[in-house]
C-alpha cells in the first residue's frame, strides 16, 4: 500500500475494496455493514434527515450453536435473517454485522417509530423458528435490540458513533436479561465502563483466587434437623471489597467466564463437603447444592466435570444436589433433557429453583427427572400476609408431593412463616431465620458449638 496514503485514506482504500469483493453477506444474504453505513451517512449528511440505528442480538446464540454437532447454527442464523427481514419496513435496511448480530437502519425514524419495529422484531420472535423444513425442526432463541437515534443539525454524529451507541444499548439490554429493548442514553456510558471493567477484573480474579464460597443451611422443618447446605460464589475483589453476586454473574454468563467460574465452585463445593464428612460435621445424608446456569447446562463437558469431581474428592453423587432455574431449563428443551437427564443417571439430585417465576413450570415437571422443587423466595415472603401468595405456596408444595419430590422454601425469615410452612407439609427450607450464607470455617464452629451444648454432662 502506498506509503503516501494518509490512515484516513488508507482505510477508506480497504473498504472500498471490500465493499467491490461483494455487498451481500455469504451465508444470509444480507447487504454487508458498509452498505448500511453508507446509507446512514447519506441520509445525516447529504439529505439531513434524522435516522434510528437498531443493534440485534440472538440471546444465547452460541449456547444453542454448540448444542448440536451439525449446521443448526446457520440455518438458525438464516431463518432469523428471514424473519427479521419480513418484520421491518419497506424503507428499512437490514444487514449482518457478524455472528448472531443484525443492523437495521431506519431513516426518517424517531425514537417512537424505531421503538415500534424493535418491540415487534422481540415479540414476533417469542415464536419458535422452523430451522428444518425437511424434518419439522424448530428451536425457540429469542432476541435483544439497542437502539440509537442521531438527528441531522442537532447531533455531530457520524454513523460509526451511532453505531457505538446502538452497540452499548444492546449490551444493555442483554445485561438485563435479554428478550427485550434499550434504548441509548448517555448516562448508560457509565454502565457500559463499568461493565468492561467487571468483565475484566473477572478474568484476573479467576487467574488469582479472589473467589469464596458461602454456606447456607438447609433444615429440615419437621424437626428441625440439618439436611444440607446451598454453595454460594462470592467475589472479593481487591480494594473493591465484596462484589454483589447480580454485578459479576451476568457478566460471567454473557463472557463465558460462568464456566470455569462453575467448574471452580463445584470442585470447591465438594472439596469442602468431603472436609465436613472426614471430620464428622455432618449427617451421613448431607448434601451440598450447587447452582447451574443455562450456559454451564449447554457445556457439553458439564457431565463429565462432575463425575470428576465427585471421584476426586470420593463422594457419591447422591451428595451432590444440581440447582437449576425453570429458565435456564426453557433455553433449549430437547439439549437441556439430554443434559439433565445424563446428570440424573449420573447420581445428582436435580432441583428447579426459583419454582413459579418461570412461564413454563408445569409442562416440564412432566419429563424432567428433578427431585425437588424450591418455592421461590417472593412468594415465601407474602407467606403469612398475602392470600395468594400462601395459596401458591401450597399449591406448589402439593404438587410437589404429587410428582413425588420435595419441597424446598426458600427466603424464609420469620417464625410465622416456618411455622405455616410446617403446617403446609413443606419438606425443606433455607433463609436468614435458619442461618445466613457464611464461610465454611463460620460454620463449622457454629456446628460444632451447637454440639457442645447439646451433648450430656459427664458423670
Same mark, same amino acid.
Given at each position: ?183 441509548? /442514553? ?6 457500559? =465502563? &463499568? ?5 475484566? #477484573? %473477572?478474568?484476573? +480474579? ?119 432455574? /425453570? ?6 428443551? =430437547? &439439549? ?5 437427564? #445424563? %446428570?440424573?443417571? +449420573? ?113
Amino acid at each position: 500500500m502506498n506509503a503516501e496514503l494518509s490512515v484516513r485514506d488508507q482505510t477508506c482504500l480497504i473498504e472500498s475494496e471490500l465493499e467491490v469483493l461483494g455487498l451481500d453477506d455469504a451465508l444470509t444474504g444480507l447487504p454487508n455493514p458498509f452498505y448500511l453505513r453508507d446509507r446512514a451517512r447519506n441520509a445525516l449528511e447529504i439529505q439531513g434527515a434524522s435516522v434510528s440505528l437498531l443493534f440485534l442480538g440472538l440471546d444465547h446464540f452460541k449456547v444453542i450453536s454448540r448444542s448440536f454437532e451439525d449446521d443448526t447454527g446457520d440455518r438458525l442464523l438464516m431463518r432469523a435473517a428471514q424473519q427479521i427481514k419480513a418484520l421491518i419496513r419497506s424503507e428499512d435496511v437490514v444487514a449482518r454485522w457478524g455472528g448472531d448480530e443484525f443492523l437495521i437502519l431506519c431513516e426518517k425514524t424517531d425514537e417512537r417509530g424505531a421503538r415500534t419495529v424493535a418491540e415487534r422484531i422481540v415479540h414476533a420472535f417469542q415464536q419458535p423458528l422452523d430451522v428444518n423444513e425437511d424434518n419439522g425442526d424448530v428451536l425457540r432463541i429469542t432476541v435483544s435490540v439497542g437502539i440509537a437515534i442521531a438527528t441531522s443539525g442537532q447531533d455531530d454524529k457520524r454513523p460509526v458513533d451511532v453505531l457505538g451507541e446502538a452497540d452499548t444499548a444492546l449490551q444493555l439490554a442483554r445485561d438485563r436479561g435479554g428478550n427485550q429493548v434499550a434504548l441509548y /442514553e448517555s448516562s448508560i456510558d457509565h454502565t457500559a =465502563s &463499568r461493565r468492561l471493567d467487571v468483565e475484566q #477484573a %473477572l478474568r484476573r +480474579a479467576l487467574e488469582r483466587d479472589e473467589f469464596v464460597l458461602f454456606y447456607q443451611p438447609i433444615h429440615n422443618i419437621a424437626d428441625g434437623s440439618l439436611k444440607g447446605v446451598e454453595a454460594l460464589v462470592r467475589w472479593i475483589r481487591p480494594e473493591h471489597g465484596m462484589v454483589p453476586p447480580d454485578e459479576f454473574i451476568p457478566v460471567a454468563e454473557r463472557t463465558g467466564l460462568i464456566v470455569p467460574l462453575g467448574a471452580w465452585v463445584l470442585d470447591e463445593a465438594l472439596r469442602q463437603l468431603s472436609v465436613w464428612t472426614r471430620s464428622g460435621s455432618v449427617p451421613a445424608d448431607f448434601h451440598v447444592s450447587v447452582n447451574l446456569s443455562p450456559v454451564q447446562l449447554s457445556d457439553p463437558t458439564l457431565v463429565d466435570t462432575i463425575k470428576r469431581a465427585l471421584a476426586e474428592h470420593h463422594l457419591e453423587a447422591s451428595h451432590l444436589t444440581l440447582e437449576m432455574t /425453570e429458565t435456564a431449563l426453557i433455553e433449549d428443551r =430437547s &439439549r437441556m433433557q439430554k443434559t439433565v437427564t #445424563a %446428570l440424573a443417571e +449420573a447420581g445428582a439430585s436435580l432441583s428447579i429453583d426459583d419454582f413459579g417465576t418461570g412461564y413454563s413450570s408445569l409442562a416440564y415437571l412432566r419429563y424432567l427427572p428433578a427431585k425437588e422443587l424450591k418455592v421461590d423466595r417472593s412468594f415465601v415472603a407474602g407467606l403469612t400476609t398475602n392470600p395468594r401468595d400462601a395459596a401458591l405456596v401450597a399449591a406448589v408444595i402439593g404438587l410437589a408431593h404429587e410428582f413425588g419430590m420435595i419441597c424446598v422454601a426458600e427466603g424464609v425469615e420469620t417464625a410465622e412463616q416456618l411455622e405455616r410452612l410446617r403446617h403446609l407439609g413443606c419438606d425443606l427450607a433455607q433463609g436468614y431465620f435458619l442461618g445466613r450464607p457464611v464461610p465454611a470455617d463460620e460454620l463449622t464452629q457454629a456446628w460444632q458449638v451447637q454440639r457442645d451444648n447439646t451433648s450430656p454432662e459427664p458423670r
